[in-house]
């Protein structure tokens, strides 16, 4: 999808589009007094605080602003783009939409996440077909068909890329963005991947960029040139030889329909650092509205966990973890409250925080066993205890 959670929000305020928005910060409060004019909107210039861009529209991104760039830091590039909070609630109410009406026509699809799948064409009726002489012209015309019919449930563009492997139509996904679409096969490689910059391939980040780049190699050409002893002896075996392949536009993984989850976590991070005695009364609903969202999110999808596993970042970014096991599985949140604060009297509360977060691991599908042994934990449990 193109700039999912921007294009959302351009669906309720349809007087923004073609101009720069970004989303990210905070979220919306339905209750909230909706804009009515430009001047009622807030801008980035105004922005105090270490939010970050979850998205931004298009004439954002070409002032230079991106996702997960800090606000401030954005503000200084863009000061008069538009700011909106988040709404995940309609962003995953978009997200069904668009599965939905892709399913009825590519019913093998794997889920990614929130904007973005995989389908196999394959089998798909007209998939393999000729037209007009060109032997690609039927998966072309499918995946318009595609792209109209997500456009038709949700009001938005998306992009495709239809490729012979994974790897590839990730790729290609973003080359015609927004509301693109490429058909690229292993001949397309040289001509359209190999110019790209490395970082263009999924699974090299910017750690491994550099390392690339301090061998000489900054292209997807010139990785693909480099003799695969050499991305071994650099980057070790497995990995060295996962590069030269990719490199070279092969990728054998399958469309997976299904994936059992290991974990299914919640956290949030501070717009400033809280303490946690000082700002205990702020710190405490904040927990309680986590384990919430979280066993919202156990229910919705159909599973119960027996392991709480719970998060801290300190003000010098130390990450602390820590987790229990419960006596039996389950979803139900004041459960989960009440082991998530267990989790919280084992760690060291003498510095500013300024992350939360909670998790559930070792899940089990269904709605798990009744929880006889623990009675059910008030919200009123305090955060943090006196000492």
């Known amino acids: 999808m193109d700039a999912f959670y921007a294009s ?16 990210g910060g905070s979220r919306r409060n339905p209750s909230a007094q909706a804009p009515q004019t430009l001047d009622d909107f807030a801008r980035l210039r105004d922005y105090a605080g270490r939010g970050v861009i979850t998205t931004a529209t298009y004439p954002a991104r070409a002032l230079g602003v991106h996702s997960g760039m800090g606000l401030m830091k954005a503000a200084a590039l863009a000061p008069d783009a538009l700011l909106l909070p988040m ?9 069904r939409q668009f599965k939905a009406a892709v399913v009825a026509i590519a019913p093998v699809m794997e889920d990614r996440g929130i904007d973005e799948i995989y389908l196999d064409l394959t089998d798909v009726p007209g998939a393999q077909d000729a037209v007009d002489g060109d032997p690609l012209g039927g998966v072309r015309a ?6 109209t019919a997500v456009r038709e449930a949700t009001g938005l563009s998306c992009s495709i ?15 015609d963005k927004p509301d693109g679409l490429t058909v690229l096969m292993h001949d397309d490689v040289p001509a359209r991947i190999w ?14 960029t550099e390392r690339l780049a301090a061998m000489g190699i900054r292209t997807i050409g010139e990785l693909a040139a480099t003799p695969a002893h050499e991305l071994a002896s650099a980057s070790g075996s497995h990995y060295g030889s996962w590069l030269h392949e990719a490199a070279h536009g092969r990728d054998d993984r399958p469309v997976v329909t299904w994936r059992e989850p290991k974990s299914i976590s919640r956290e ?12 205990r009364a702020q710190l405490t609903p904040i927990l309680t509205r986590l384990c919430e969202q979280l066993a919202s ?4 999808k159909n599973y119960a966990g027996r392991t709480v596993g719970f998060k801290l970042r300190y003000d010098d970014f130390k990450i602390v973890t820590r987790s229990q096991t419960l006596p039996q599985p389950t979803r139900d949140a004041a459960t989960i409250r009440l082991w998530a604060g267990r989790c919280l009297k084992t760690v060291p509360l003498n510095q500013r925080l300024r992350l939360l977060g909670v998790k559930m691991e070792s899940l089990v599908p269904g709605d798990g066993q009744p929880h006889a042994a623990e009675p059910s934990a008030p919200y009123s449990l305090p955060l943090f205890d006196e000492r």
């Open 142 to 147: 499918l995946a318009q068909r595609i792209k």
């Open 161 to 175: 890329g239809v490729t012979p492997n994974k790897l590839l139509s990730k790729i290609s996904s973003d080359l």
């Open 195 to 208: 110019p790209l910059p490395v970082s263009r391939i999924n699974g090299i980040g910017p750690k491994a």
């Open 8 to 23: 959302v929000e351009l669906l309720r305020y349809p007087q923004l589009q073609g101009l720069p928005v970004v989303i």
């Open 268 to 279: 949030t991070t501070f717009e400033r650092d809280l303490h946690p005695r000082d700002d």
């Open 297 to 300: 999110d156990l229910v919705r």
């Open 87 to 95: 709404d995940f609630d309609a962003y995953r109410h978009h997200s």
